[in-house]
């Protein structure tokens, strides 16, 4: 075991599967005591609870304050602490912009960013000096994404938040973005339901698609002391597809 995350505890939005569930294990690893959270997966949280040294399985909908604040307590109620909060949590679905509902848009929003900032404010009233929260935005933030205008507004307000909640909880908190590329999780499955990966490797340098191994590491570095003196930064992990 590492211990670049020793004795801290971490709380994983979204963290039963793909790259919640891969930072969940990266930290775990690097000695961290992670709350690993669902709101559908129930079976795959509490399966990577048990493999992880250290983990506690809650409940959690990033849309609901209740919902949070319990499961902030049950982290404190346990440790006596929460250190680190990783906003990973996400929504997204592909769609024709004039078949998009209003309800497709305010799930998306609800989720992606009112999610982040209802975590956000809950967590900051607990971390100690030195915390950290990770935002994971998404490449479509930057660049936009024809198929998921909604989504992509979702994840380029993510990034702004990010910039201002920097600069409101330094020097306190850190705050800092992921912007993942192209990943291979279950919603990069969706993805290539409508497009082939050929087309998707064609327009990034690195030649490939990204593993959630790929983001938990940038995450990890994130919530580090080794990012002691990064704040209102964008890390930007897709393998060239985006480079600003």
């Known amino acids: 075991m ?21 930072i969940a294990r990266t930290f775990a690893r690097e000695g961290a005591r992670v709350v690993v959270t669902w709101r559908t997966g129930e079976g795959l949280a509490r399966r990577l609870a048990d493999e992880l040294d250290q983990a506690l399985c809650v409940r959690l909908d990033v849309t609901d304050r209740a919902s949070i604040r319990r499961a902030v307590e049950a982290a404190r109620e346990r440790w006596g602490r929460l250190d680190v ?11 024709p912009f004039d078949a998009i509902t209003e309800e497709s848009w305010d799930r998306t929003l609800d989720t992606n960013l009112k999610g982040v900032f ?12 030195g915390g950290a929260i990770v935002n994971v935005s998404s490449v479509g933030g930057q660049m936009g994404g024809p198929k998921a205008p909604h989504y992509s507004a ?6 702004s938040f990010t910039k201002s909640t920097a600069r409101l909880l330094a020097p306190r908190v850190r705050v800092n ?5 192209f990943i291979r999780t279950d919603m990069y499955e969706d993805i290539v339901a409508h497009t082939s990966e050929d087309e998707i490797t064609a327009g990034i340098p690195a030649a490939r698609v990204g ?11 994130l919530a580090s002391d080794e990012a002691g003196f990064v704040t209102g930064q964008v890390l930007n992990v897709n393998g060239g597809q985006w480079m600003a």
Do not use: F, H, M
Request: hydrophobic share 45%.
């Open 2 to 22: 590492g211990g670049r995350l020793a004795d801290r505890v971490a709380l994983v939005t979204g963290s039963s599967r793909g790259i919640g569930a891969e």
């Open 154 to 159: 979702s994840k380029a307000a993510v990034l």
């Open 85 to 95: 909060l990783v906003n990973n949590a996400g929504y997204l679905r592909q769609e």
């Open 211 to 221: 593993e959630p191994e790929d983001v938990a590491l940038a995450a990890l570095y």
């Open 177 to 181: 973005a992921i912007a993942p590329g």
């Open 118 to 129: 209802l975590c956000s404010q809950e967590c900051a009233r607990v971390l100690p000096d």
